[in-house]
């Protein structure tokens, strides 16, 4: 399947559907990487945050967070679902013309365009939205981010990244399905494990892309340029990694 045929399944009322009852519900650890994305916001940026990029925002989980830490900054929503961005609006309605929703598809270049009377971005978050691209294509999209970000602004990517063998790669679809078994009993309390498992396979059949390793990630992103670059938070093939842009050296210094 093409990168552009795995996007499109995004499309699909059904497949949203899904995505928002109970594969994303499913995701292990999504409490500790918000906290963990927030206390890496803090950290990097203070209380300065003027303006923040949620790249692929879904429903918007990242952004009521940032936006609940940081109430005064103006947050930019890029996905290339409206049926994901509609779910954004709804959650964030609350906070009126200080967030701006961007269908954009960052599959090309182009996209920056769509953000530019934003930029330049304190901060930069992305959850689970980059895994279906090819890797040429992640590689160009960090640097593009590092062209958005101010000097000390920080990206943080919570992603799907290779395991390191066949061995830890079904530790992680055990795990997955479990969890997806979890939720997935309290809509549907006849739905058997084995069920659930047939279902995990078929749909990592049907979008599978090659996954880069976690240390690949990080090299790309110090070879662009970031600064600080480390892996935060991980799990198995879930992993919060990210780094800074650096500052920019005055006069003298």
């Known amino acids: 399947m093409s990168t552009t045929d795995s996007a499109a399944i995004w499309r699909s009322p059904e497949a949203i559907a899904q995505f928002l009852q109970s594969v994303r519900a499913s995701i292990p650890l999504t409490i500790e990487q918000i906290d963990m994305m927030l206390r890496l916001v803090t950290a990097a940026r203070g209380t300065r945050v003027e303006r923040f990029l949620d790249l692929g925002c879904g429903e918007g989980m990242l952004s009521a967070a940032l936006l609940e830490e ?46 530019a009377a934003g930029a330049p971005f304190d901060v ?16 160009a999209l960090y640097a593009e981010v590092f062209d958005l970000l101010k000097p000390e602004g920080i990206f943080i990517n919570i992603e799907h990244v290779s395991s390191a063998t066949r061995w830890t790669e079904s530790i992680w679809n055990d795990y997955m399905i479990d969890s997806i078994f979890g939720e997935t009993i309290k809509a549907a309390p006849g739905k058997t494990r084995a069920e659930v498992a047939r279902e995990y396979y078929a749909q990592a059949r049907e979008v599978a892309q090659p996954l880069a390793p976690l240390e690949v990630h990080c090299d790309w992103l110090r070879e662009i340029g970031f600064e600080s670059v480390d892996c935060y938070l991980k799990i198995l093939e879930l992993a919060v990694f990210g780094g800074q842009r650096p500052r920019v050296s005055l006069p003298g210094e």
């Open 70 to 115: 940081h109430p005064n900054s103006e947050a930019w929503l890029v996905d290339f679902s409206s049926s994901l961005l509609h779910g954004a609006r709804r959650r964030l309605q609350s906070r009126g013309e200080a967030v701006h929703f961007i269908e954009a598809d960052f599959s090309h270049a182009k996209w920056t365009h769509s953000v």
């Open 124 to 139: 930069v978050v992305s959850a689970l939205s980059m895994h279906h691209l090819p890797d040429d294509r992640k590689r």
